[in-house]
């Protein structure tokens, strides 16, 4: 009942700032949804621009994306709850190296997304545009593309991840740098896969998303080859630092003996002088 409390109370914190967050950003919700629209309003063809094909759609879409911001920049506090909560269970050695890799991920979550708003958006929906075929006006629905973004965000930011997951199975003893290194081709072709599957489907956005997780893995696969690998050995001797006997108090074996000597001859000294209790 403990940990489910302490659970609650993370949660609660949690949704707290998130919260918190978004009632400052809820004010500037439409123009924070400008600048999300900033780069397919660059593209259009002159004289065209974003519909909203529901009645509620201009008044609740904005607010979707500033609560969306408002969990984007939460992120790092989101993280440390989860790690306070999942720390006592950790060793000193675990502990040590979740932090950097909470920093890590986070800035490279962050680096995701700005890679995807200021480098992929502009080529995408340029291509996009330009390729509709004559008399079809490029009036994209504000709902869809909102979705449409978000869906980029998350995927270019997971896929910045990829370091942080490479010396994770480094560290865990799953797999070893010469062993990755061997891999190479398989996930090359993986990264293609994985940029088919997150990306709309056209060669442009896949190939933008399979070229940076390449690049990143081979960043994760240099970073990995200076950690350690965790064994078994590691393990147990952590479990004997935390139960080393040099922090308990030691008696004198000698003093032992003296007690019991003791207590022994006063035993007898009550037996030889009292008779014992009839049954």
């Known amino acids: 009942m403990s940990h489910l409390l302490e659970l609650r109370d993370r949660l609660m914190r949690?949704?707290?700032?998130?919260?918190?967050?978004?009632?400052?950003?809820?004010?500037?919700?439409?123009?924070?949804?400008?600048?999300?629209?900033?780069?397919?309003?660059?593209?259009?063809p002159e004289g065209n621009s974003m519909i909203s094909t529901e009645p509620h759609g201009p008044f609740f879409?904005?607010?979707?994306?500033?609560?969306?911001?408002?969990?984007a920049v939460a992120m790092p506090y989101l993280l440390y709850q989860l790690w306070a909560f999942i720390a006592p269970g950790l060793y000193e050695r675990e502990k040590r190296l979740t932090v950097p890799l909470l920093v890590s991920s986070?800035?490279?979550?962050?680096?995701?997304?700005?890679?995807a708003y200021f480098a992929v958006f502009p080529l995408i929906f340029a291509f996009f545009t330009?390729?509709?075929?004559?008399?079809?006006?490029?009036?994209?629905?504000?709902?869809?593309?909102?979705?449409?973004?978000?869906?980029?965000?998350?995927?270019?930011?997971?896929a910045f991840e990829v370091p942080v997951v490479t010396v994770l199975m480094v560290r865990m003893g799953m797999t070893t740098p010469e062993n990755l290194a061997?891999?190479?081709?398989?996930?090359?072709?993986?990264?293609?896969?994985?940029?088919?599957?997150?990306?709309?489907?056209?060669?442009?956005?896949?190939?933008?998303?399979?070229?940076?997780?390449?690049?990143?893995?081979?960043?994760?696969l240099y970073f990995s080859r200076s950690i350690k690998p965790r064994s078994i050995d590691d393990e147990d001797d952590e479990m004997d630092d935390a139960d080393d006997p040099s922090d308990v108090n030691e008696v004198d074996d000698t003093e032992l003996e003296h007690e019991l000597d003791e207590g022994i001859a006063q035993f007898d000294e009550l037996s030889d002088d009292e008779e014992p209790p009839r049954s």
Do not use: C, H
Not at 26 to 37: D, I, R
Not at 61 to 71: D, I, L, M, R
Not at 132 to 151: H, N, Q, R, W
């Open 14 to 44: 949690a949704g707290g700032a998130v919260l918190v967050l978004f009632f400052i950003a809820a004010p500037f919700a439409n123009t924070l949804y400008e600048y999300l629209a900033q780069p397919l309003m660059a593209a259009l």
């Open 61 to 71: 879409v904005p607010f979707k994306f500033a609560f969306a911001v408002a969990t």
């Open 106 to 115: 986070s800035l490279l979550f962050y680096l995701g997304i700005l890679f």
């Open 130 to 158: 330009s390729t509709a075929p004559e008399g079809v006006l490029v009036m994209t629905d504000i709902s869809a593309y909102l979705s449409f973004v978000l869906k980029l965000f998350f995927a270019f930011g997971l």
């Open 182 to 220: 061997t891999k190479r081709p398989y996930i090359i072709v993986g990264a293609f896969v994985v940029g088919m599957l997150m990306t709309p489907p056209d060669i442009l956005s896949q190939t933008m998303l399979a070229i940076p997780v390449w690049i990143l893995f081979e960043a994760g």
